[in-house]
């Protein structure tokens, strides 16, 4: 479930907030005269959307994946 806070009450709760949302896959959504303005989430979570919309990386972990389960490997003398 996501947090909901206006910005003047995070500001005041950014400690608890931080401690609260840390490692958690929970986002506090914050507010300015009643309208979504920001959105603050872990760091672990943040670095999972870049990756996610990233699909050039996207398509070589998938490529990577399939290679191993081919077994198709190189050893580091091989590639170096």
């Known amino acids: ?29 914050i507010t300015k005269n009643g309208s ?14 870049e990756i996610m919309a990233d699909r050039e990386l996207l398509q070589s ?3 990577a994946k399939s290679n191993i389960a081919k077994k198709e490997l190189y050893s580091m003398d091989e590639v170096f």
């Not at 979504?36 to 959307?49: G, H, Y």
Request: avoid cysteine; charged fraction near 25%; proline fraction near 9%.
């Open 36 to 49: 979504p303005e920001a959105i603050m989430m872990s760091p672990e979570e943040f670095e999972t959307l």
């Open 61 to 63: 972990i998938s490529r």
């Open 1 to 29: 479930m996501d947090y909901i806070m206006p910005v003047s009450e995070v500001r005041s709760k950014l400690p608890s907030l931080i401690k609260k949302l840390s490692g958690a896959q929970k986002h506090l959504i």
